[in-house]
DNA sequence: CTGTTAGCGCCTTCAG
DNA sequence: CTGAAGGCGCTAACAG
């Protein structure tokens, strides 16, 4: 239907082969090879103009049959309706619109079958690169794909069975911190509330959570650690659970912001007479509504903007080295793992106009 | 790289003509014509059987050029992290997996300029239609794009000098609702926060609000409407000069969850004595933390998944409309604009265990 | 029922 | 510096 190249060839009056050739050097990545082709200057503007005269568009389908690129990217994440992947999508999305590739962005409805099934979708779209946060426990298939030759990136969760770069947060760090923050405030009972321990996130979290009781000489009382699940749902019942306890925490880690919501949702259905005192949680992740969270005391900021503009610089990094032919023979890199740092920060302090912080996901790493 | 037709084709003892044929049969859209060239049931299996031996995929870079159609559909939103655009979203997404196709989403970054970018990048994917959330004021450039034929359904936003159909909310009898709740309540003088008039939605809920004075009898106070904005910080710049008035309102309904944020924000950070009692808000959009807002008493509630879905089935139609040849001459079909109803809660009502009403988006409109 | 043929729009040697 | 020609992988007539 549109102009083809031919259109354009004839209206200036020359070969496909020239216009194909301009049409390269103006066609987004100047930064690819940099060698380009000569053409006349004086026939670069009549291509150009022809170009302009007859608003020709290029088919990047075609383009990619022949070149077998699409300049199309996979994003896949559990779930779309959810802030923080969406900041990361948002991150994503800012470094690869800025070298001209396009984001194909699909849910795998937190189901391994469904990633799977996207999966498959996307790869007979030819994508040139994959981000995924993936849903399984192992991720025997993704490193196929890479092995394959597929470019591909792991962003947040980091899955077992694979050797592929990952881009996360440092998960450890931060519940490390928020317990330690309780600790200082004089809290010595605290449990920890929630965490799918398929989850690397969760796990990580876990993990610092112990060291920082540890640190505190406090040996963890197994009954304090309410694992299992990451949804509202589950904060609301472990913490329903905890409230029927004789001897209830003082403070509490949420292993996230879900988690951390239906906690609070609980705290207001059933009045926390049990608790003693006004119950105190910690929660993993920040969002502009958690200054309303009234137990919510602190909360660990992840650079979700930052992770995604992260994990897109670097899918298009392997992406080149694919191209260039260059990178580890078998595209075997090894592993690389970034860990952006997360912020601490006191609940009553987020948000407000004095510290510039009113925006989530306004931050960028590096 | 991968195994193409030809490979199967020989694998088999067939033509690629005949691989083609029962790749058809096999490739999604079972609803499309119905009636499929004929294969000999034995050579099909074979056929197939190659497929599975190969591990064959289908390049559909390649079934697109030639068949002018990608089975792709391009979704622009005004920006990703929002948790109302992630549910709509998602309602798209799932009609359009449903029937094989594969949603490439774009933030326009609520600009105009940016909007234009990311249309023009998408048409050069040959997307086979597009679903947007327009951000200027006006949409010419989609008009255009559609008279030159490609299928648009606009959700949530309808712009002028457009004939394009449409899904959106009954933001008009949202207001009207919740601002009836508060009348009911007793308040009387009852202010209207945030909106940006240029966007249909908030002209169309600053009317239900008009309405809703109207039949009680009241007559509206200019200085009572503060328009303007439709981010947090709008929210919170409205709400402090109100808190300044000598005169404060009772009341106050938002224009959107992120105005109604800004709103409760400002009411934490300066202390509301000027308002004289509680001071009570009515916000459009809720979400699962609303009920944690201390102000907020009423809440509409948008179907945004079922918008999404909606617009989903929608673009789905027009596009077989498109390739059956049939539709109104020139595609101009008159716009078709489907208002989802809203609905009204009160706020301590939300979210409850008991309304099994517990995720925002789990509803679904028909 | 099945094979042959001719492109879809573009890029890329290879000659000129 | 530029043009001609072949083909990326698939589908859609048109013959058999």
New interface residues.
Partial sequence: ?GTTIRDVASEAGVSTATVSRVLAKFSGDSLDGGSFLPVAEKTQLRVLDAVSRLDY??????R??KT?S?M?VAVIFP?????FF??V??GI?QEL?SRAY??????SLNSIEEEKKRI???????VDGMIITPTGTRGDHLQALADQ?LPLVMVDRIVEGTNLDAVTSDNEGGTFQLTRALLADGFRRIAFVGGEITLSSARERLSGFGRALAEAGIKPDPSLICLGGME??DG?EHMRRLLQRPEAPEAMVAVNL?VH?GM??CL??FNPDGMGKEPVIAGFDES??T????ACRYTAAQDAVGMGRCAGRRIIEKIREKKSGNGSPEGKTGETIIRLPVAINRSDKI???QNNN????GKTWQ
Same sequence: chains 1, 2.
Avoid at 79 to 83: F, K, Q
Avoid at 291 to 294: C, M, Q
Avoid at 358 to 361: K, N, S
Wanted: avoid cysteine; proline fraction near 2%; charged fraction near 20%.
């Fill in positions: 239907m568009r290029i088919n990047y389908t075609a990619g049959l077998q699409t199309m779930e779309l309706a959810n802030d969406m900041n999508a948002e999305e619109n396009t984001m194909l962005m699909a849910s498959a979708m996307l790869a007979e779209r030819m030759g509202i749902e609301y879900l919501l609070e949702r207001l259905d502009w509504f200054t309303f969270l009234p948000n407000t106009k009113l925006y989530y996901g």
